[in-house]
């Protein structure tokens, strides 16, 4: 295992190495423009180091990041991880080709510690800026394959991102917008095509985009389709669509 640190800007980035057997080429030559973070479920970094580098598993990730904020990377950016399974985002069905996968120390009902959040936005930093992945493609497992993953799960700060510039978030001018008389009524059907012009390609169930869309933007909040979800969508797909030649009136 190979240790170092790469300036980050903030403070010096811990970065060790320990390469995983799982990884092979980018298929059809292509190079990532998409983040795809998860948590790993597991009770330490180490463990999930473990499992990460068994070549028994069939899985893997270029980045792991401990609680401490020590960043382990497990496969070369360049090659292949083997992070995401079955998905997609927008037109992208192998996911894995186009994507770099980072897995954050967490259980799934811990919150994140302030030096692995620190860590996983410098690291997002330096990836952004060699591959120049745009903020709107750094989504979590639970985007790519809703009803299968929820990580990064309820304790991640999407918010944080958005502010750091690393990902995105509705503006707060949609959501006062939402309350306004005239507002259009609530729609599966708009909701469900405003969803896959963002991103949601897997599933057109109003439910299942609906619980999805509120896992990331609208956490905690039940019930029905409403205008404010509605407002919500509309304002990340006009800003952000998957199809960058796509118009959403």
């Known amino acids: 295992m190979g240790s170092g640190a790469v300036y980050s800007g903030r403070a010096q980035l811990r970065l060790t190495t320990r390469q995983s057997p799982n990884c092979g080429p980018r298929r059809d030559g292509v190079t990532p423009d998409i983040v795809v973070l998860h948590y790993t479920a597991m009770a330490s970094a180490s463990a999930a180091a473990d499992t990460l580098c068994n070549p028994d598993t069939q899985v893997s990730a270029h980045y792991l990041i401990a609680e401490d904020g020590e960043v382990i990377s497990l496969v070369p950016e360049a090659l292949r991880a083997w992070h995401a399974g079955a998905g997609a985002w927008g037109g992208v069905t192998d996911v894995n080709s186009r994507s770099i996968g980072i897995e954050l120390a967490n259980t799934g009902s811990t919150p994140f510690a302030a030096a692995q959040i620190d860590a996983l936005t410098d690291l997002l930093k330096g990836i952004k800026t060699r591959w120049d992945i745009r903020p709107e493609r750094v989504i979590g497992h639970s985007d ?9 799960g309820v304790r991640f700060d999407w918010r944080r991102l958005a502010f750091e510039g690393l990902s995105v978030w509705p503006s707060s001018n949609a959501c006062l917008h939402s309350s306004e008389k005239g507002t259009q009524e609530a729609d599966d059907v708009r909701f469900a095509a405003l969803m896959a012009a963002f991103g949601y390609s897997t599933t057109t169930d109003p439910e299942l985009l609906l619980k999805s869309f509120r896992l990331r933007f609208r956490l905690g909040w ?4 409403d205008a404010t979800d509605l407002a919500m969508i509309t304002d990340l797909a006009r800003r952000f669509p998957v199809d960058v030649n796509a118009a959403w009136a």
């Open 144 to 152: 790519m394959a809703p009803g299968r993953k929820i990580d990064p």
């Open 222 to 225: 039940d019930g029905p389709l």
